[in-house]
């Protein structure tokens, strides 16, 4: 079993649609989570840290689910900009090691 | 700022040549990390660095890989004897330390001919 699982879609969504990925952690010792975005050919950005409470940045909200091993991203009122692959990052041994998931493509249309 | 700088951003080499790439971290981050990504797969860690010593060599995945970092600043990743499946983008991300998000630089392309 991979230490971090995303679904590769890619998800096709209208300009406007709301979008919700789902990413599972294997490693019950993980300490810290995140959301990285990766566009074409370019390096990984942080898009969000994820926060047991949930958390909340503009259109974007990250949710953690400690008991399922858990992580979900919705994104609302979607824009062509969006479109990117989002990965989903787990922090493991003593927080230095981040492990990143395959990502999943995300593609807004018109 | 300044973020983190790679340098160089794409290398050309035959097979069998030794190369070196070079990160410079941003100002006052301990920790640095370096990535590997083949075309169209996720990222695969390397090596990571807390000021400069190298806590965990695991990722690197053979001897013909090596890293150092001095002045708990600019690193080098070198590949001896490059292979064809050395091809790659390596990426270079630094961060205040454990459990801090990661920053990361644009990448250096290696192509092995």
């Known amino acids: 079993r991979k230490e971090v699982e995303q679904d590769p879609g890619p998800f096709n969504v209208p300009e406007g649609a709301t979008v919700a990925f789902n990413c599972t952690y294997s490693?019950?010792?993980?300490?810290?989570f995140f959301w990285y975005r990766q566009d074409c050919r370019k390096e990984p950005k942080l898009l969000m840290s994820v926060y047991s409470s949930g958390n909340e940045d503009g259109r974007f909200t990250a949710q953690l689910n400690r008991a399922s091993q858990y992580i979900s991203l919705l994104i609302r009122d979607s824009k062509l900009s969006d479109s990117a692959t989002y990965l989903c990052v787990v922090s493991t041994g003593g927080g230095n090691k981040l492990t990143f998931g395959t990502g999943t493509q995300l593609k807004v249309e018109l | 700022g300044a973020g983190v700088s790679q340098s160089p951003s794409n290398k050309v080499t035959e097979k069998g040549k030794d190369v070196e790439l070079r990160c410079d971290p941003i100002s006052g981050h301990t920790a640095l990390y370096w990535y590997r990504q083949r075309l169209g797969q996720g990222l695969e860690f390397l090596i990571y660095?807390?000021?400069?010593?190298?806590?965990?060599k695991s990722g690197l995945p053979s001897d013909r890989f090596s890293a150092e970092r001095t002045g708990e600043s600019v690193s080098t990743l070198t590949i001896q004897r490059t292979q064809q499946e050395d091809s790659a983008v390596y990426l270079c991300?630094?961060?205040?330390?454990?459990?801090?998000?990661?920053?990361f630089g644009d990448g250096t392309r290696l192509s092995i001919l």
């Open positions: 991300a630094s961060s205040l330390g454990p459990y801090q998000p990661q920053h």
């Open positions: 490693n019950s010792a993980s300490q810290s």
């Open positions: 660095f807390q000021g400069n010593s190298a806590p965990d």
